[in-house]
Each structure stands twice: as C-alpha cells, then as structure tokens.
C-alpha cells in the first residue's frame, strides 16, 4: 500500500508574532518533530506544503529525507493543500498534518490509518470536555449541544488519496477550514478516531513551552 504524507507550513504565524514552525522544542524545530513523526510509516513520499519565506529556511534542514518534497504554500489551506496533492505521486492513502501539531504520536497516526483504510476517511479528534454554546451576533445564546456529540477536530486526517484530490478539484476556490468539512459538504462520510489531548497545536509561545512539559512528562 502506497501512503503520501502532506505536512501543511504554509500559514502566516500572525498571531505568534515570528515564524512557530522554526521554534524548537528540545533542540529540535516545531516542523522537524512534526516530519520525524511520521517517518516510521515509511511513507513514499512526505510533501511540505510551506511558504515562500519558510521554504528557504527548511530546504537544507530536510536533505537527509530523500523522499521529501516542498511545494509552494497558497493563500489558504485549502490552496496549499491542493497544491500538495497535486504533486502526490498517485497514493493509495493521503495523510494531512498540519505542521503546527509537534507531538503527534505514531500510535495516534497508525490508529487513525487503520480507520480510514477501513472506512475511506477518518481524521484524529478528542471528546469536547466543556460546554459549548452556539450564539448568534449579538452574543445571545441560541443552543447548548449535547456535549457527548462533540468533538475537537485535530490532524491527521486521512482519505483514499482519489477521493480527497477530487473533492479539492470539484470545490476549488471555495473556502474549506479542513479537508474533511470538504468531504462533508459533498455527503461522503468521514470518521472519527480518537486521539490525544496531547496532540496541541501550536499557536503561542506559551504552547512552545507546554508542549516541552509534555514531552519531559513522558
């Protein structure tokens, strides 16, 4: 079975103020750990999908992987997504991981791997732990969901590689937030596997040094 694996480095970093994915962890930069984690797939290829700016700076970094390829980053996610799928090497499976998520774990990957070859679509999520209020504009609350219906949507998510690249060809120039609301939007169904709360995103430079007390707890 042939798995490509898509690391999405195309974002701005505005609200970290520099560049995250160059911040290190333990000696190690927040887009480094996140490629390392999926290097025991052995996937075909692993596609970094990074900005004009970021490319420059992790073409060197990443040598030592032959497999690996940088595409150029779009104006969105769905863009820089697309723009990576188009360079797949024709996959059987594509995983998408946004390269904001360091301390994804094999265990994690492989389990939601095993969901998607079974089902076609599954992506990494954990249970919501607090309650969630819909509101409209003015800040009035209109609904309180049942809080054993949701869940917060991490990375990876992984699809039948033909399927994922044809909803990005069919909903080009739309504005999808993730891969798999795309799959929604076209009725095909998408799964949940069950991750870790671990699995952060970085956003701040208080992540930065959570994510190191995560790691050091282990």
């Not at 962890?25 to 990074?50: H, M, R, W, Y």
């Not at 996959?91 to 265990?107: E, S």
């Not at 409209?136 to 990375?155: A, F, H, S, Y």
């Amino acid at each position: 079975m042939k798995i490509s694996v898509i690391i999405t480095a195309g974002g701005s970093s505005v609200r970290y103020g520099k560049d995250k994915l160059l911040e290190t962890i333990n000696g190690k930069t927040v887009i480094e750990c996140s490629v390392n984690a999926f290097l025991p797939l052995d996937p075909q290829e692993i596609i970094i999908s990074a900005s004009e700016k970021l490319e420059k700076e992790i073409s060197d970094k990443f040598k030592h992987i032959k497999n690996l390829k940088i595409t150029r980053g779009g104006k969105t996610r769905q863009d820089s997504v697309f723009n990576a799928l188009k360079a797949c090497t024709n996959p059987d499976f594509v995983c998408i991981h946004d390269a904001a998520r360091p301390l994804i774990k094999i265990d994690n990957i492989k389990s939601c791997l095993e969901k998607a070859i079974e089902k076609g679509a599954a992506i990494t999520a954990v249970k919501a732990t607090d309650t969630i209020k819909k509101v409209d504009k003015n800040g009035k609350i209109i609904e309180t969901p049942d809080r054993d219906t949701l869940w917060c949507v991490q990375t990876p998510q992984i699809f039948e590689y033909k399927t994922i690249l044809a909803a990005h060809e069919r909903l080009f120039g739309k504005s999808f937030s993730d891969d798999a609301g795309m799959l929604e939007f076209l009725g095909f169904p998408v799964y949940i596997d069950e991750g870790d709360y671990s699995n952060i995103k970085i956003t701040t430079p208080k992540d930065i040094l959570l994510a190191e007390l995560l790691i050091n707890s282990k």
